[in-house]
């Protein structure tokens, strides 16, 4: 793939939810192979981005585009067959069910059997059924987490049950991987230890991935390019270093976090 | 074969001993009442499929067994019933033009699940679309409701109010229980399969099902086809074994009745549906003396306090969302040989 092709481009996004404007005229390009990171304070209008990238939203005004594709206003399940995936900020795994099971179900919508195939059940179903659960597991042995596979998944630790949320927003076989604050609510180590796993799941299945981050320390160390918005507004783009060095940046938010210390 | 298989088959092998056993043998009484908790399981089971296993509150299923019910009556009645029975308006064609033989009756039944899963289209695609929660239960309640009126004037078709009588009482254990197995063994493989998965999906978490790609309105409207289609079908069979038909057999209380059932058995579980059916139906005449010697009526005031008592102390009812196995059996088995061996010593 070429590196430089853009692969999702944000044209002039802005979302009105009644008079209060989340987003204002966001524009933004994403490159296959990317790692970009996307901050701001809280309320910033980061995951409302998110939202309108994968269908949850329709934008009031502005377009997603990608591959070269307008996918505006496409329901979520659409966006995620063409190859968006997401995982969301407060993780929203299906807790009843065991980590495969959740795995699985990303599984589903490749799924060539009709449900006449399922209820019989046809060898064809059955093949289709044993091959799943097959690289299922695969899967979770690729992310390390074939010892849990079994296990109900709102049993898990809160570390381990981000990391099904990852597995199975992995097994939709995304092109494009979108990240909503992976690392919250966890401490600095096993935040650190969370963002290596991003890294060797980025390498491993060839990912672009855009991450939204709320603790800048943990974006600045794995995304090469940052972006930074404040009140639904672009403020900022450049790499970590840039970033820190950034008046704007500052008083938006490391001023806040400085007063705090 | 692996011992589960064998135990499987001998089950059905001791199940079919009954039916047979049954039919010719068992006192007219109990097997009435067997015959209505198959029946009742049946609804439950479809049932349970929309309300359980994906979550979507609906409270249509009366509406889905009237239709059954009436097809089923439509293409079983014998011509010189049907004279006799629309006096005032003359039936429409072409049911006044034929009858089906006993040797029908299964195409009959079929024929009356599919008509309910045509009407769970009609009323699945815009109302599943739009709605969850509260606003799908009224608008599948109105439905039920709509066709209960409907089938109150639709003199043509139904013979209104006064409804239709002299049924074929074709219903027996074989049809009941015939149809509670193959529809339950569905239900099963339909649960337990990558489309069950996404029903579950669903139920727990509808946005993070949508967003991993599946298309949540179609696998809802899956669930509710078949659910409308056991309903259908469980329909046919009532109005087959009670022998007569009215608007009135399948009024919201029939969906209250299920409700109770798929909630004590537990819901979304297929098993608990199957064995509440049977419970409910039993208890149901074992509580007729209360309707007798208090008021009419009375039985559903002990059955809503049941209901609550249920809600109250055992929230995930008899089999929360387990189902039956074998090694569930065995394990309670174990656990119970263990216990008797450790108070003995």
Known sequence: MDKNEVILSLQSLTMKFGGLVAVRDFSMDIRYGELVGLIGPNGAGKTTIFNMITGHYRPTAGKVIFEGRDITGLPPWQVARLGISRTFQNIRLCREMTALENVLISFHPRVRSTVFDAILPTPRYLREERKMRERGMELLSAVGLEKWANFRAGALPYGLQRRVEIARALATSPKLLLLDEPAAGMNPAEAADLMNFIRHIRETFNLTIFLIEHVMQVVMGICPRIRVIDFGVSIAEGTPEEIKNNPKVIEAYLGEEALRA | MRP????????????????????????????????????????????TMINGVTGQFSLGPHGFMLLGGYLTTLFMLPLHQKKVVWLFTPLSWPFNQFTLPYSGFILALIAGGILAV??????????????????????????????????????????????????????????????????TYAAVRLKNSSFGRALRAIREDELAAESMGIN???????????????????????????????????????????????????????????????????????????????????????????????????????????????????????????????KTK
């Open chain 2, 4 to 47: 589960n298989r064998i135990l499987t088959v001998f089950f059905l092998l001791g199940l079919a001993a009954f039916i047979w056993w049954g039919d010719a043998r068992l006192d007219r009484f109990i097997w009435r009442i067997i015959n209505f908790g198959a029946i009742y399981a049946l609804a439950a089971v479809g049932y």
């Open chain 2, 118 to 183: 045509l009407a769970s289209l009609i009323v699945g695609i815009p109302a599943l679309r739009a709605l969850r929660g509260d606003y799908l239960a009224i608008a599948t309640f109105g439905f039920g409701e709509i066709l209960y009126v409907l089938a109150c004037n639709f003199m043509g078709l139904t013979n209104g109010p006064m409804g239709v009588k002299g049924i074929p009482q074709y219903t027996n254990l074989k049809w009941s229980i015939g149809a509670l197995v193959v529809l």
């Open chain 2, 216 to 342: 949540v309105f179609r696998h809802k409207l899956l669930a509710f086809m078949f659910s409308a289609f056991c309903a259908g079908v469980a329909g046919g069979l009532m109005a087959t074994l009670i022998g007569t038909i009215t608007p009135d057999l399948f009024r919201f209380f029939m969906t209250f009745y299920l409700l109770m059932i798929i909630v004590l058995g537990g819901l979304g579980s297929i098993s608990g549906a199957v064995v509440a059916g049977f419970i409910f139906a039993a208890v149901f005449e074992a509580l007729r003396f209360v309707d007798t010697a208090v008021v009419p009526g009375m039985r559903m005031v002990v059955f809503s306090v049941l209901l609550i008592l249920v809600m109250l102390f055992f929230r995930r009812g008899l089999f929360g969302r387990e189902e039956f196995t074998w090694e569930w059996v065995f394990q309670g088995v174990r656990r119970a040989w263990r216990g008797a061996w450790t």
